[in-house]
């Protein structure tokens, strides 16, 4: 924790004073290391961490047989201070622009629609249970994709950011290691799930999805060597391959095996992908707040602690309320079974209108998403990625 809050007041090591604009005065690359952070926190934020951590973890479980298990409620705090963090940094960024509102009405009114009258009617039927059960599925089939995109996206703009261009045969080795890891997530999902049909028996389903799991993580481990030889293949092309740009697919690498063999594992890959998250936003919030008006360095770091506080606070409530009462005041009415079945489906809820959120405020396609995120670099220098 104390890496992640140090990265906050080192947003602006490379951010030119702001009496410059782009295009006048910018810092070229040849003379600075451009970063979201700094290079250093950008790759133990991405992948440094949560490598260190879940890779000791597993060499003392799997070589020196001690044990480990984690369960959700010890861990209560850094779910508040970096995963409900990282659901709500996405709300803002997109909920506080009427312009981002109007331009994704499937992201911002159209699915959160569709998913609350789900829970409205999921309450208030009979088989409120199995509603519930296909919101958690769902939500995991779509984190598949969102851990995996996101870890592509972490690549390809530390690559990119330190003049690393991926050919398109590195860019379909690396990303075909995280289309086997996708598929390795969905199977994560099935696993213990009843045939999805009545003609196919249990035995057969059984045995069908025994041969898929050990095919893919087979698949998965040819994938780690296929990735590796890319990446050396860009860095005798290119002459460099910085750390940070390798970090997050490793990390990706690791968090699939942390989740099958440590109990409760999950939850440490969702606070590592949601670290891997938060400096993104942050950097938008800072560099928006700095082209209001002129900043001082020291208001330009001020202002990523205020926002990241606030954003400890409403995810707390938000995503954390009921269980947060329940320990502190005991037993009650937001404790009761039903009411912990509401709130476990409004979360995975959350998860999945995540998924579409993310997906319309990070498209780097677009000139002002790369503005917003890079222009503390200088878009003269052409190192945003396109």
């Not at 959160?112 to 769902?138: E, G, I, K, M």
């Not at 690393?164 to 696993?191: K, N, P, Q, S, W």
């Not at 995503?319 to 009462?325: E, M, T, V, Y």
Request: positive net charge; proline residues 5%.
């Amino acid at each position: 924790m104390v890496e992640r809050t140090t990265a906050l007041f080192l947003f602006d090591r490379h951010a030119p004073p702001r009496a410059a604009r782009p295009g006048a005065g910018m810092p070229s690359l040849s003379r600075s290391r451009p970063a979201i952070t700094t290079p250093f926190f950008d790759a133990w934020l991405t992948g440094g961490l949560s490598i260190l951590g879940m890779g000791s973890v597993l060499v003392w479980l799997l070589l020196f047989g001690g044990e480990v298990a984690f369960a959700d409620a010890d861990w209560i705090a850094l779910t508040i201070l970096i995963n409900s963090t990282h659901f709500l940094a996405s709300y803002r960024l997109l909920y506080t622009s009427r312009e981002a509102i109007r331009a994704h009405r499937w992201s911002t009114l159209y699915v959160p629609a569709t998913l609350l009258a789900t829970l409205v009617l999921a309450a208030t039927s009979p088989q409120r249970d199995l509603v519930y059960a296909q919101l958690v599925f769902l939500s995991s089939v779509y984190l598949a994709w969102h851990y995996t995109g996101q870890a592509w996206g972490m690549v390809s703009v530390a690559s990119r950011l330190t003049g690393v261009d991926f050919t398109a045969r590195e860019r379909a080795m690396i990303r075909f290691g995280m289309r086997t890891l996708l598929a390795l997530h969905v199977l994560y999902a099935l696993a213990g799930r009843l045939p999805p049909a009545a003609w196919i028996e249990p035995a057969l389903y059984i045995r069908l999805y025994g041969w898929a799991f050990y095919g893919v993580c087979g698949l998965a481990v040819a994938s780690l060597f296929v990735g590796g030889v890319a990446f050396a293949i860009a860095r005798r092309r290119t002459g460099r391959l910085p750390a940070r740009a390798v970090l997050p697919w490793a990390a990706l690498y690791l968090w699939y095996p942390f989740w099958y063999f440590v109990p409760g594992g999950f939850l440490f890959v969702q606070l590592s992908h949601a670290l891997q998250y938060l400096a993104f936003p942050l950097r938008v919030e800072v560099n928006r707040y700095a082209e209001q008006a002129p900043r001082t360095a020291r208001a330009r770091r001020l202002r990523a602690v205020v926002v990241y506080a606030g954003l400890v606070v409403a995810g707390g409530l938000v995503l954390n309320g009921a269980p947060l009462a329940a320990r502190i005041f005991g037993e009650g009415w937001y404790s009761t079974a039903d009411a912990r079945a509401i709130f476990m489906a409004f979360t995975n809820c959350v998860a999945i209108h995540h998924y579409f959120v993310d997906g319309a405020i990070w498209k780097l396609r677009s000139p002002k998403v790369r503005h917003d995120l890079f222009s503390h670099l200088g878009e003269k220098d052409g190192a945003i990625p396109r």
